[in-house]
Structure formats: C-alpha cells, structure tokens
C-alpha cells in the first residue's frame, strides 16, 4: 500500500498567528495615530499626556485581544460579533481609571486607538474567513456521521487511507470504534507528521457547545468538576454585583412592583420552590406576570409556561421578554441560593419530573442555578422532556468550561437575548 498522502497545515496561515495579529494590531491602532500627530507637531512625542495615553491604549489594547481570543474559542461564536464590545470594555476600564487618578491624556489618541483597534479585528476576522476556512478531514466508521450536522467547517470525508487531501486543520476519528490496521496507521501517521487528530467527541463538544454523556464514568464525573477557586471568586462578584444592583435600581423596582398590581390583581411578586445548588429546595423570588386563579390542569402543567400562555398579562409580556422580571433574584444571589450565571433552576415539581425521565439529571445541580445561563443563550425556553435533555447537554458543557471567559460570553448573549426576546415564553 502506498503511504498516505495528506498535506496538513503545519504553518499556520499568518492572519491567525498571535505576534502578527497583536504587533500589527498595537502598530495600526497605537503607533499609526501617534505618527500622524507628529506630522503636525514634531513634538508631541515628548508630551506626557501623549505619553500616558499611548501606554494606556497598549494595555486596553493587549487585553482587549487576549479576552477576545478566549471568547473566541467558544464554540458557535461568531466571532467579529464580540471585536466592539470586548475592545470597548477593555478600553472602558483602562480609560475609567485614568480619570478617576485625575491623570491627563489624550482624547484624540484614545478615541483613534479604540477605532483602528476595532476596525483592524473587524478586518482580520474578514481576510482569515475567505482566505483560511477551517478545514477536518474525516476517517469513516462509528459515530462520525453526527458530523454532517455541523455547520462552519469544511467536512473532507476520507474514502480510503490514500486519499489526498490539500491542506487542513487536523483529522477527526471516533477512537472507540474497530478502525482497521490500515486505518490505524494512518492516524498515526498523520499525529507524526504534526497533524492534530481529534477525537469526534472531543471535536463535537469543541464545535456545538454540548457534552453529550452516555454514562457518568469516574473519568466524565472528573472533567466535570466545576473549578473551586473561580467559584469561590464568582460568588463574591455575584454578591457585590445583586447589592449594587438592589440598590441603583431600587427606584426601578419599586414602580415595576406598583405597575404590576396596578395592572392585574394580586401580590406583585411571584415566589415557587425550586431545585437549587446541591440538590437544596429553595424559594425563587420573581415579579409575577401571570394572573392569579388561572385552572390549568394538574401542578405540572401549571408550572410549564407554553408559548403564547394566556395567564400571561399584558405587562407580564414586556416582564418577561426584557427579562426585568427576573430582577428579584438578586435577593437569592444574596442569600447564597442562586448566581447570576448558571444552569436555569426548575420547579420542584419538573425537576423530579426530569430526574425521573433523564439519567444525570441531578449532576446539574452541582454549581448555583443561574438567572441566565449557556443553555438560555443557546436554546431558550424548553420544557418537554426532549428538549430538556438537549438542555442537559448545554448545561454540561458549561459545566466543563466553567470558567470567566464562559461567564463574559454568557452576558454579552443575555444583553443581546434582553434586546430581541430570544427564549422568552
């Protein structure tokens, strides 16, 4: 048999290295605005405000890409979509503290370092789709078909081991499954000369935003671990973050709390048990955006909310799609029950329901239930079982990644979701 012959992309393509994206971007966004001042004034170099601003924009800038490679490796993100809001948080905070220290800089090369900062990414994230598209190779056998569902990547399915393939990203295989000898020298072949091979899990999970488990190994019970320390730490955020918020926008509160009884008759705020961290029932707090004495069936139907629900109000609509209802957790966030991250808490009553019907239901539980979550931002609002189960899915690979750059994603989606009413029921 002749030897495989697969021409894999040892280099990577210069749009996508680190040094040239990052040294262009500070030399485009930084450099560029500074040098064209010097044209008119020579001596502006030598000016301290001048000075300060351009080592400010280096670090809102350097910071500003590392946060946007991270939220980039997110699977499902379109990437250029996240260049704005990322570079003008981090220049946010950089610019925030140079005036709160008083300290002189430049409005002209601050505002021109963030414009050629976004403009440059925006450019970048452009030439690299057109001129780079990501590529995989796959070997056939097992549960390799999955991938045919999968949208963003250039799908080369390999028909024997001498197939040539022009250039690509790595090669994807299920592992698990009885490949040939001939195929197994050639996964072996291909990891010797420096292509990535993939486990098809492994890039499902990477590509979907999903961890699909068969069954809770030792192994599956360990990479889902959440990580102790950034719990600890997002706890304390999320302490600070629901005191803040209680406090700015109690006036805010106050008139939706008048506006909701004016407007139908009943308490102003809604309170149901539901499944929290640990397995622990607790009570949520939410405004109400139902009417009350509604007959609806029996305690589950009642607890499901159906698209098009008419127990819902007419204030309860704008409640629920603006997400202003959910504002009252902040006082569950306070007493340790709920952050304002994490996978969706269901009623009690549905969530034994779930457990009953879905195998490692309950491993969900093992972070705080969140006000917004991964599987919100993805799916929206389910309550059949099936979609539940997809729900599981997205729950778990939060999970897995549970990690700061995750929880920034999250947020960036959820002001989008508040804007459009994506999943709202």
Not at 72 to 78: D, H, I, M, R, T
Not at 135 to 148: D, H, T, Y
């Amino acid at each position: 048999m002749n030897a495989p012959i697969i021409k894999p992309r040892n280099q990577r393509h210069l749009l996508h290295r680190v040094r040239f994206q990052l040294l262009g971007g500070l030399a485009f966004a930084i450099l560029a605005p500074a040098l064209i001042r010097m044209v008119v004034d020579p001596q502006i170099l030598y000016y301290s405000n001048l000075q300060i601003t351009v080592f400010a924009g280096i670090v809102a800038h350097t910071a500003g890409f590392f946060s946007f490679r991270r939220i980039g490796n997110f699977p499902g993100v379109a990437a250029a979509g996240y260049i704005l809001p990322t570079f003008s948080l981090c220049y946010g905070f950089v610019y925030l503290a140079i005036f709160l220290f008083r300290i002189d800089y430049s409005a002209f090369q601050a505002a021109s370092s963030l414009t050629l900062s976004i403009l440059w990414y925006f450019g970048l994230s452009i030439l690299s789709k057109r001129l780079d598209p990501y590529s995989l190779a796959v070997i056939p056998g097992g549960a390799v078909g999955r991938l045919e569902e999968i949208g963003g990547v250039n799908w080369h399915w390999l028909a024997s081991p001498d197939t040539i393939i022009d250039r690509v990203n790595g090669v994807v295989a299920d592992l698990r499954s009885d490949l040939s000898d001939e195929w197994e020298r050639y996964i072996a072949d291909r990891a010797l000369s420096g292509t990535p091979v993939y486990h098809v899990k492994q890039i499902s999970e990477s590509l979907t935003g999903r961890v699909e488990i068969e069954h809770l190994s030792e192994n599956t019970l360990g990479s889902l671990n959440p990580n102790q320390a950034y719990l600890k730490i997002k706890q304390a955020i999320d302490w600070v973050a629901a005191l803040l918020i209680l406090v700015i926008f109690s006036p805010l509160l106050l008139f939706v709390a008048a506006a909701i009884r004016f407007d139908s008759a009943g308490p102003a705020l809604f309170r149901q048990r539901r499944m929290g961290y640990r397995g622990k029932i607790y009570e949520v707090y939410k405004f109400r955006t139902m009417k009350l004495g509604a007959a609806v069936g029996d305690e589950k139907e009642e607890a499901i909310t159906k698209a098009g629900d008419a127990r819902i109000t007419r204030l309860g609509q704008f409640l629920r799609k603006s997400r202003i209802d959910e504002l009252p957790q902040a006082f569950n966030i306070l007493r340790g029950e709920m952050s304002w991250i994490g996978p969706r808490p269901e009623a009690l009553v549905l969530s034994k329901w779930y457990e009953a019907e879905l195998p490692f239901y309950r491993y969900r539980h093992i972070v705080r239930p969140g006000i917004t979550g991964w599987a919100q931002v993805n799916q929206g609002h389910v309550a059949a079982v099936d979609d539940v189960l997809e729900k599981l899915h997205y729950d778990f690979y939060y999970i897995k990644n549970f990690s700061p750059w995750l929880d920034v994603l999250i947020v960036f989606r959820t002001i989008r979701t508040m804007l459009t009413g994506f999943g709202a029921r």
